[in-house]
């Protein structure tokens, strides 16, 4: 398989695209000022205790007070609080984590009204970022994530990835991380860490102890509620989870990210730096990757996946809803329930790339096609879990009801990503009254004129609908020509798929959009 990583980088967001074989499987878009991120490590105050809850509410920073459950403190809370506490009482000298005193583990079943009190100070980090009207969740069993493996203070435990099945090697990885890790610190082992030699997991674990030595310094440093230590970007984040051998390619289109990226896969894989490549070209990173005609196919309402079949997926308060129809497809000579057979396998290859892709989380009820035989049942549910297998998300699907209905759950930390592909009239705002289009290109002119001549922005890009764009650029002396000539060599002129047909937008060097439909229109 060819996997290549995509990223966009814009003045206010960043949008990563993962493709496989050239087909867009995984989507993200983050601000550029984006917090709350999973992974991220605040020190928070306890504003509300919720003994019918087992559970309390901590202000992080964020509009609404996360929550925190008793089960999500971790077996050694007393021992984290009691270090959290010292670091703050005196914030000259931090206590070593090897020396600190270990404190009996929590029990299973207690209640959090007996570890907690209002106002109360301690270390959580972010277990899922705000979703709707929900505040982040928290864990307070922090945890610092590698490549390879992951760091836990006040632990010693050492334990291995499950997807790594031969015990030899489970058994090396375990002898070899005991040997090496530190006192007072517990480690899980990633499944990429298979056949990994001891100088490469050696190397890391310093990287990771050295990322809490500068947590606890931030610790020190912290005036009440703060963030203490953010978790690497989220382009960085994928490629530290997704990084193997079918890599191919790595393409940014922003210098600052490129080189970011560059050096940390640098530092994880040296012989492989070269994959990263930047981008210089004019035309949209996405555009030129055919991603943004991948987004407007697979993530409105509908969508079709094969001969006519498409699927129809809602999404409510509680769950995810997707229907299989075959539409107009048929095959001569292929019965009802073979032909619904042949959709329902199809469908569930696409269904395992939509939850991937939208990131999908919670409950999904899918309505596949009624099948009466039983080993067709099997077989989709069987298809269904290989289809799912490449899925880095926790999940578990239970075998067809006999209404034909097939549930899934699936680990969801961070809202399902949604693209609206549906275009508005960018002239009449879905009034249904324009004017004539032939207009247009004059009444671009007459914009760029007053960008120009009247707002004294004498540098910036034109993003236009491919079609306008082959219109304006036909002929010897097309009218980009004669825009270029009148206005300047500065004025860019770029297709953007993105665009819908008589849409337009304008961004200064910056790469920050310029609106000027409210005074073009004061002055026509």
């Excluded at 006192?183 to 809490?212: P, S, Y």
């Excluded at 995810?320 to 075959?326: A, P």
């Excluded at 879905?430 to 004017?435: D, Q, S, V, Y």
Aim: proline fraction near 3%.
């Amino acid at each position: 398989m060819n996997s290549e990583l995509v990223v966009d980088v814009k003045a206010s967001e960043i949008s990563i695209a993962l493709l496989e074989d050239k087909r867009l499987v995984e989507l993200q878009q983050e601000g550029r000022e984006e917090q709350f991120a999973v992974g991220n490590i605040y020190l928070g105050k306890v504003k509300k205790i919720m003994p019918g809850l087992n559970a309390a509410f901590v202000d992080v920073g964020y509009g609404k007070d996360a929550f925190l459950h008793y089960l999500d403190l971790g077996s050694n809370f007393n021992t984290l609080s009691n270090f959290c506490a010292q670091v703050l009482k005196d914030r000259k000298k931090a206590p070593a984590i090897q020396k600190t005193k270990q404190f009996p583990e929590i029990e299973k079943n207690g209640a959090i009204v007996d570890l907690l009190t209002p106002g109360q100070e301690i270390l959580v980090q972010i277990a899922k970022e705000p979703i709707s009207t929900k505040g982040p969740r928290l864990t307070a069993e922090v945890s610092i994530a590698g490549r390879f493996l992951v760091l836990i203070p006040f632990s010693d435990k050492v334990s291995v990835s499950q997807k790594i099945k031969t015990e030899k090697e489970r058994i090396r990885l375990k002898q070899l991380v005991q040997s090496i890790k530190p006192k007072g610190f517990g480690v899980i082992i990633r499944t990429v860490a298979e056949e990994k030699k001891v100088a490469e997991l050696d190397n890391e674990l310093r990287l990771l102890v050295k990322r809490w030595d500068e947590t606890v310094a931030n610790i020190q440093r912290s005036k009440g509620v703060s963030l203490i230590l953010e978790e690497i970007s989220r382009t960085g984040g994928i490629i530290r989870d997704l990084f193997n051998s079918d890599f191919k390619h790595i393409h940014i289109n922003d210098p600052a990210v490129f080189t970011e990226v560059s050096d940390y896969v640098e530092m994880i894989a040296p012989e492989r730096k070269d994959i990263v490549k930047l981008y210089k070209k004019e035309q949209p990173i996405f555009d030129a990757f055919r991603i943004t005609k991948q987004i407007k196919a697979a993530l409105g309402k509908a969508v079709s996946f094969k001969n006519g079949a498409y699927l129809i997926i809602e999404q409510t308060e509680a769950l995810h809803v997707i229907d299989v129809n075959s539409g107009n497809r048929s095959k001569a000579g292929n019965g009802q329930e073979e032909n619904a057979f042949e959709v329902n396998l199809a469908a569930a290859d696409e269904i395992a790339r939509q939850l991937r892709l939208r990131d999908m989380g919670g409950i999904i009820v899918v309505d596949f096609i009624d099948m009466h035989e039983a080993e067709h049942r099997q077989k989709l549910y069987e298809r269904m879990r290989e289809a799912m297998s490449q899925d880095r998300a926790r999940h578990n699907i239970l075998p067809l009801s006999k209404f034909g209905l097939l549930q899934i759950t699936r680990q969801r930390v961070r809202p399902a990503a949604h693209a609206d592909i549906e275009e508005t009239c960018p002239t009449c705002f879905g009034k249904g009254h324009i004017r004539s289009s032939i207009l247009f290109t004059d009444q671009l002119e007459n914009k760029i004129d007053y960008l120009v001549n009247k707002l004294k922005v004498t540098e910036f890009v034109l993003h236009i609908h491919p079609y306008v764009d082959a219109y304006i650029s036909k002929g010897l002396f097309s009218i980009k020509w004669k825009w270029k000539r009148r206005f300047g060599r500065n004025c860019k002129i770029i297709a953007s798929e993105r665009l819908g047909f008589l849409q337009y937008k304008f961004h200064d060097k910056k790469g920050n959009e310029i609106d000027l439909q409210e005074e073009v229109e004061k002055i026509s």
